[in-house]
């Protein structure tokens, strides 16, 4: 582009590409106006994929949160882990913990600490696999970072804010204007949205762990310990 601002030739010998290069850049802040016009054609994209995903982790956070089931699960494992471990006193099963279950073992036959936890559901709470019906709602909300939620809206706001300042410099586009207008409302209502979603998801966090972790990692506990509990098959 600098060589083009910087010719030293006709532009009338220029291959056709780079004279329709050279033509567009003569347009007044036509750099801005391209910036405007990618803004203006990602946006709805990137609004919509951003509310989907804080859907994913306010809905699965709400899940959790309000679950009998998931809380009669634990209950379940940190009575066995307790029973296998006997200690003067019992212990508390930390997020840390729960993350490793699924890789236990009982230390004299090696049988693993999940099919216990699964054997004593199928035999008194079978209500408790009714949990892999939200398996797949939890492994989603497992895939997403909320962190990086923040990151994208922070990085819309801050392109908008950069847009405002062009088209100031833009001949009057009541197109554009209109455009800017329902930005600004649509912004807002994502920020209200994150901030709702951000609540939930501590609120469900702290609720089961002082621990501050990312959301990947609290779902993905929590989809690992679903997805390993095994419904007994009945006998034929």
Same mark, same amino acid.
């Not at 729960?98 to 090696?110: A, G, H, N, P, V």
């Given at each position: ?73 634990? #209950?379940?494992?940190?009575?066995? %882990?307790?029973?296998?471990?006997? +200690?003067?006193? *019992?212990?508390?099963? @930390? =997020? ?88 600004? #409302?649509?912004?807002?209502?994502? %920020?209200?949205?994150?901030?709702? +979603?951000?609540? *939930?998801?501590?609120? @469900? =966090? ?31």
């Amino acid at each position: 582009i600098d060589a083009f601002r910087h010719l030293s030739i006709d532009k009338e010998k220029l291959p056709p590409t780079d004279r329709l290069m050279y033509e567009i850049i003569q347009i007044p802040f036509y750099t801005d106006r391209l910036n405007t016009l990618k803004f203006k054609l990602i946006f709805a994209d990137n609004y919509h994929l951003l509310k989907d995903q804080m859907h994913l982790i306010n809905e699965a956070s709400c899940f959790l949160y309000q679950s009998k089931h998931i809380k009669k699960l634990l #209950e379940i494992i940190l009575s066995v %882990v307790n029973h296998l471990n006997p +200690t003067a006193t *019992q212990r508390i099963l @930390t =997020l840390d913990d729960l993350s490793k279950i699924c890789d236990l073992k009982t230390s004299k036959t090696r049988i693993p600490i999940m099919n216990i936890v699964s054997e004593i559901c199928n035999d008194h709470h079978s209500e408790i696999f009714g949990l892999k019906q939200n398996y797949k709602l939890i492994l989603s909300a497992s895939k997403i970072d909320l962190d990086l939620i923040k990151s994208g809206i922070d990085e819309i706001k801050q392109e908008f804010e950069q847009i405002q300042l062009c088209i100031n410099k833009f001949e009057e586009n009541i197109e554009i204007q209109k455009f800017v207008s329902n930005c600004q #409302e649509t912004l807002h209502e994502i %920020v209200r949205y994150y901030q709702i +979603t951000n609540d *939930q998801f501590h609120k @469900t =966090l702290s609720y089961f762990t002082k621990e501050i972790t990312p959301s990947t990692r609290f779902f993905s506990t929590f989809a690992n310990l679903i997805h390993s509990l095994q419904i007994k098959r009945p006998t034929l």
